[in-house]
Antibody
Framework: QVQLQESGPGLVKPSETLSLTCTVS????????WSWIRQPPGKGLEWIGY???????NYNSSLKSRVTISVDTSKNQFSLKLNSVTAADTAVYYC????????????WGQGTLVTVSS | SYELTQPLSVSVALGQTAGITCGGN??????VHWYQQKPGRAPVLVIY???NRPSGIPERFSGSNSGNTATLTISRAQAGDEADYYC????????FGGGTKLTVL
Protein backbone atom coordinates (compact mmCIF):
# COMPACT_ATOMS: atom_id res chain seq x y z
CA GLN A 1 0.00 0.00 0.00
CA VAL A 2 1.56 3.26 -1.15
CA GLN A 3 1.52 6.09 1.38
CA LEU A 4 2.35 9.71 0.68
CA GLN A 5 3.09 12.52 3.10
CA GLU A 6 3.45 16.19 2.27
CA SER A 7 5.74 18.45 4.25
CA GLY A 8 6.73 22.08 4.09
CA PRO A 9 5.91 25.56 5.39
CA GLY A 10 2.28 26.41 5.94
CA LEU A 11 2.82 30.13 5.42
CA VAL A 12 4.59 31.82 2.54
CA LYS A 13 4.97 35.53 1.87
CA PRO A 14 3.74 37.06 -1.39
CA SER A 15 6.34 37.06 -4.19
CA GLU A 16 8.34 34.32 -2.47
CA THR A 17 8.68 30.64 -3.40
CA LEU A 18 6.42 27.90 -2.11
CA SER A 19 8.35 24.67 -1.48
CA LEU A 20 6.83 21.32 -0.57
CA THR A 21 8.14 17.76 -0.40
CA CYS A 22 6.24 14.51 -0.70
CA THR A 23 7.70 11.37 0.87
CA VAL A 24 6.63 8.07 -0.66
CA SER A 25 6.54 4.84 1.31
CA UNK A 26 5.26 1.35 0.66
CA UNK A 27 5.91 1.39 -3.05
CA UNK A 28 8.49 1.88 -5.72
CA UNK A 29 8.96 5.41 -7.01
CA UNK A 30 9.57 3.89 -10.44
CA UNK A 31 6.05 2.48 -10.64
CA UNK A 32 4.15 5.71 -11.20
CA UNK A 33 4.21 9.26 -12.27
CA TRP A 34 4.09 11.54 -9.21
CA SER A 35 1.78 14.53 -9.20
CA TRP A 36 0.98 17.68 -7.30
CA ILE A 37 -2.63 18.81 -7.14
CA ARG A 38 -4.04 21.78 -5.29
CA GLN A 39 -7.43 22.92 -4.06
CA PRO A 40 -8.13 26.53 -3.06
CA PRO A 41 -10.47 26.83 -0.07
CA GLY A 42 -14.03 26.01 -1.12
CA LYS A 43 -13.05 25.36 -4.73
CA GLY A 44 -12.27 22.45 -7.03
CA LEU A 45 -9.16 20.46 -7.83
CA GLU A 46 -6.37 21.79 -10.01
CA TRP A 47 -3.56 19.60 -11.31
CA ILE A 48 -0.17 21.29 -11.09
CA GLY A 49 2.05 18.74 -12.80
CA TYR A 50 3.78 15.38 -12.59
CA UNK A 51 7.25 13.93 -12.67
CA UNK A 52 8.56 10.53 -13.74
CA UNK A 53 11.37 8.95 -11.74
CA UNK A 54 13.60 9.54 -14.77
CA UNK A 55 13.11 13.26 -14.21
CA UNK A 56 10.80 13.98 -17.12
CA UNK A 57 7.98 16.36 -16.25
CA ASN A 58 4.63 17.59 -17.51
CA TYR A 59 3.11 20.78 -16.13
CA ASN A 60 -0.26 22.50 -16.26
CA SER A 61 0.18 25.15 -18.91
CA SER A 62 -1.44 27.78 -16.68
CA LEU A 63 1.29 27.35 -14.05
CA LYS A 64 4.21 26.18 -16.17
CA SER A 65 6.17 29.42 -15.99
CA ARG A 66 6.28 29.31 -12.18
CA VAL A 67 6.50 25.57 -11.38
CA THR A 68 9.36 23.15 -10.92
CA ILE A 69 8.84 19.55 -9.84
CA SER A 70 11.90 17.46 -9.00
CA VAL A 71 12.53 13.93 -7.75
CA ASP A 72 15.08 12.40 -5.39
CA THR A 73 14.92 8.64 -5.94
CA SER A 74 17.47 7.95 -3.20
CA LYS A 75 15.09 9.41 -0.64
CA ASN A 76 11.85 8.30 -2.30
CA GLN A 77 10.76 11.92 -2.41
CA PHE A 78 9.56 14.40 -4.96
CA SER A 79 9.22 18.13 -4.52
CA LEU A 80 7.28 21.15 -5.72
CA LYS A 81 8.52 24.69 -6.10
CA LEU A 82 6.11 27.44 -7.09
CA ASN A 83 7.66 30.86 -7.38
CA SER A 84 6.29 34.40 -7.27
CA VAL A 85 3.29 33.33 -5.21
CA THR A 86 0.23 35.48 -4.58
CA ALA A 87 -2.85 35.08 -2.42
CA ALA A 88 -4.42 33.14 -5.31
CA ASP A 89 -1.94 30.34 -4.62
CA THR A 90 -3.41 29.77 -1.16
CA ALA A 91 -4.67 26.19 -1.25
CA VAL A 92 -4.46 22.70 0.13
CA TYR A 93 -1.65 21.01 -1.78
CA TYR A 94 -1.84 17.27 -2.35
CA CYS A 95 0.72 14.87 -3.71
CA UNK A 96 -0.58 11.80 -5.50
CA UNK A 97 0.54 8.76 -7.44
CA UNK A 98 -0.45 8.87 -11.09
CA UNK A 99 -0.87 5.63 -13.01
CA UNK A 100 0.76 5.26 -16.39
CA UNK A 101 -2.25 3.42 -17.77
CA UNK A 102 -4.86 6.12 -17.42
CA UNK A 103 -3.37 9.10 -15.61
CA UNK A 104 -5.67 8.50 -12.67
CA UNK A 105 -4.64 9.21 -9.07
CA UNK A 106 -4.95 6.12 -6.94
CA UNK A 107 -3.06 7.19 -3.83
CA TRP A 108 -3.12 10.64 -2.24
CA GLY A 109 -1.36 12.36 0.60
CA GLN A 110 -3.50 13.90 3.31
CA GLY A 111 -2.86 17.38 1.94
CA THR A 112 -1.21 20.42 3.45
CA LEU A 113 -2.65 23.91 3.61
CA VAL A 114 -0.34 26.62 2.34
CA THR A 115 -1.40 30.18 3.00
CA VAL A 116 0.18 33.07 1.11
CA SER A 117 0.14 36.13 3.30
CA SER A 118 2.49 38.78 4.61
CA SER B 1 -8.26 23.37 -23.80
CA TYR B 2 -10.56 20.51 -22.94
CA GLU B 3 -13.39 21.20 -20.50
CA LEU B 4 -15.50 18.96 -18.29
CA THR B 5 -18.93 20.06 -17.11
CA GLN B 6 -20.58 18.73 -13.96
CA PRO B 7 -23.79 19.83 -12.24
CA LEU B 8 -23.10 21.85 -9.11
CA SER B 9 -25.37 19.70 -7.01
CA VAL B 10 -27.37 16.48 -7.09
CA SER B 11 -29.83 15.26 -4.47
CA VAL B 12 -30.96 11.69 -3.87
CA ALA B 13 -33.31 10.10 -1.38
CA LEU B 14 -31.81 7.64 1.04
CA GLY B 15 -31.73 4.19 -0.56
CA GLN B 16 -32.39 5.48 -4.06
CA THR B 17 -30.07 5.80 -7.07
CA ALA B 18 -28.07 8.92 -7.90
CA GLY B 19 -26.48 9.77 -11.20
CA ILE B 20 -23.75 12.38 -11.52
CA THR B 21 -22.90 13.42 -15.06
CA CYS B 22 -19.69 14.70 -16.57
CA GLY B 23 -19.96 16.30 -19.98
CA GLY B 24 -17.18 16.82 -22.49
CA ASN B 25 -16.66 16.85 -26.23
CA UNK B 26 -16.50 13.20 -27.35
CA UNK B 27 -15.68 12.17 -23.78
CA UNK B 28 -16.63 8.63 -24.76
CA UNK B 29 -13.26 8.35 -26.48
CA UNK B 30 -11.38 9.11 -23.26
CA UNK B 31 -10.75 7.31 -20.00
CA VAL B 32 -12.84 8.91 -17.24
CA HIS B 33 -11.99 8.66 -13.58
CA TRP B 34 -14.15 9.64 -10.59
CA TYR B 35 -13.17 10.81 -7.12
CA GLN B 36 -15.15 11.20 -3.91
CA GLN B 37 -14.09 13.92 -1.50
CA LYS B 38 -15.52 14.37 1.98
CA PRO B 39 -14.98 17.60 3.93
CA GLY B 40 -11.44 18.03 5.15
CA ARG B 41 -10.25 14.85 3.47
CA ALA B 42 -8.20 14.00 0.42
CA PRO B 43 -10.08 12.75 -2.64
CA VAL B 44 -10.56 9.01 -3.02
CA LEU B 45 -10.62 7.24 -6.38
CA VAL B 46 -13.96 5.46 -6.74
CA ILE B 47 -14.04 4.64 -10.47
CA TYR B 48 -11.15 4.47 -12.94
CA UNK B 49 -11.11 4.05 -16.69
CA UNK B 50 -14.85 4.55 -17.02
CA UNK B 51 -16.16 1.47 -15.23
CA ASN B 52 -13.54 -0.04 -12.90
CA ARG B 53 -13.80 0.01 -9.11
CA PRO B 54 -10.64 0.05 -7.00
CA SER B 55 -10.36 -2.47 -4.23
CA GLY B 56 -12.50 -1.49 -1.26
CA ILE B 57 -15.02 0.58 -3.21
CA PRO B 58 -18.57 -0.81 -2.84
CA GLU B 59 -20.31 -2.35 -5.84
CA ARG B 60 -22.96 0.34 -5.39
CA PHE B 61 -20.59 2.66 -7.28
CA SER B 62 -20.55 2.20 -11.04
CA GLY B 63 -19.59 4.22 -14.08
CA SER B 64 -20.44 4.53 -17.74
CA ASN B 65 -19.11 6.62 -20.60
CA SER B 66 -20.48 7.20 -24.07
CA GLY B 67 -20.76 10.01 -26.56
CA ASN B 68 -20.46 13.34 -24.80
CA THR B 69 -21.41 12.21 -21.29
CA ALA B 70 -19.88 10.05 -18.59
CA THR B 71 -21.97 9.10 -15.58
CA LEU B 72 -21.19 8.00 -12.06
CA THR B 73 -24.07 6.02 -10.61
CA ILE B 74 -24.49 5.42 -6.90
CA SER B 75 -27.10 2.80 -6.08
CA ARG B 76 -28.84 2.43 -2.74
CA ALA B 77 -27.48 5.77 -1.62
CA GLN B 78 -26.35 6.03 1.98
CA ALA B 79 -25.81 9.02 4.23
CA GLY B 80 -22.10 8.29 4.08
CA ASP B 81 -22.12 8.89 0.32
CA GLU B 82 -22.66 12.62 0.88
CA ALA B 83 -19.58 14.23 -0.60
CA ASP B 84 -18.19 16.16 -3.52
CA TYR B 85 -17.55 14.11 -6.62
CA TYR B 86 -15.07 15.02 -9.36
CA CYS B 87 -14.59 13.54 -12.80
CA UNK B 88 -11.17 13.62 -14.47
CA UNK B 89 -9.66 12.82 -17.85
CA UNK B 90 -6.33 13.07 -19.61
CA UNK B 91 -6.22 15.30 -22.68
CA UNK B 92 -2.53 16.09 -23.10
CA UNK B 93 -2.90 17.33 -19.55
CA UNK B 94 -4.95 16.38 -16.53
CA UNK B 95 -8.43 17.92 -16.58
CA PHE B 96 -10.85 17.89 -13.65
CA GLY B 97 -14.51 18.68 -13.72
CA GLY B 98 -15.73 21.41 -11.42
CA GLY B 99 -17.21 18.97 -8.94
CA THR B 100 -20.72 17.97 -7.86
CA LYS B 101 -22.03 18.09 -4.33
CA LEU B 102 -24.15 15.03 -3.60
CA THR B 103 -26.80 15.43 -0.92
CA VAL B 104 -28.57 12.39 0.50
CA LEU B 105 -32.02 13.34 1.76
Amino acid sequence: QVQLQESGPGLVKPSETLSLTCTVSGGSISSYYWSWIRQPPGKGLEWIGYIHYSGSTNYNSSLKSRVTISVDTSKNQFSLKLNSVTAADTAVYYCASTRYSGYDFDYWGQGTLVTVSS
Amino acid sequence: SYELTQPLSVSVALGQTAGITCGGNNIGSKNVHWYQQKPGRAPVLVIYRDTNRPSGIPERFSGSNSGNTATLTISRAQAGDEADYYCQVWDSSVVFGGGTKLTVL
